[in-house]
């Protein structure tokens, strides 16, 4: 996707020799697949001078793309108010991308709406702000953990991200709690029905999709 989005020149964009630190992992290590996910042209579908827009390896809906920014930062505690410019530029292009790729697949429903956020503990080394439809239908979609991690408060929306920085100056994770977020009872995000299995949800799903 060619991109006539605008970039922001309140951030330098920088390379990958001034990020070098000892808290960068490997690029061949496992959590540092986003790092070389970033140079992979054919899961790439927007770049400007900030930040890199892909198609999610093992996508949890019909549509998820990670947002992220093209210098070296590691999650979310490594953020300070000097990055707002970075996050709302970082909202902004997901939101326009969505909407783009909503538009050319004429999704309705719960395949257009879409949510914007970050998972309080990621498991992958580098930010990166989730677009995901909230259809969830895939075949990725397989645990309680997955589940969870995108309908509990686990999944920390963007604009309150930035609104929390803009107010603190930094964002702090209660991570005990986190924790205990992903393993809470599998309840449907639209209408709050329970479910025991992740087969008997994802079935309900489908009656929401229309």
Known sequence: MASSLPSSTAI???LPSENLNENQPKRNHWSAGLSTALD???ARVHKDELCTVIKDKYPKARIHLLVMPNEYIANLKSINNTHL????HMLKVGKEVAEKI???ANARGSFAHFRYGYHAI???SLLHMHVISQDFIS???KTKKHWNSFTSDYFL?????IDDLQANGSIHVDTTRMHKLLDNELQCHRCSNKFTTMPKLKQHLLTHTS
Not at 85 to 88: A, D, G, I, Q, S
Not at 157 to 161: G, H, M, T
């Open 12 to 14: 330098k964009r920088n």
């Open 40 to 42: 992979d042209e054919g």
């Open 85 to 88: 410019p970075l996050l709302k």
């Open 102 to 104: 909503a538009a050319k």
């Open 122 to 124: 990621p498991s992958m």
């Open 139 to 141: 075949d990725s979609l």
């Open 157 to 161: 929306d963007a604009s309150q991200v």
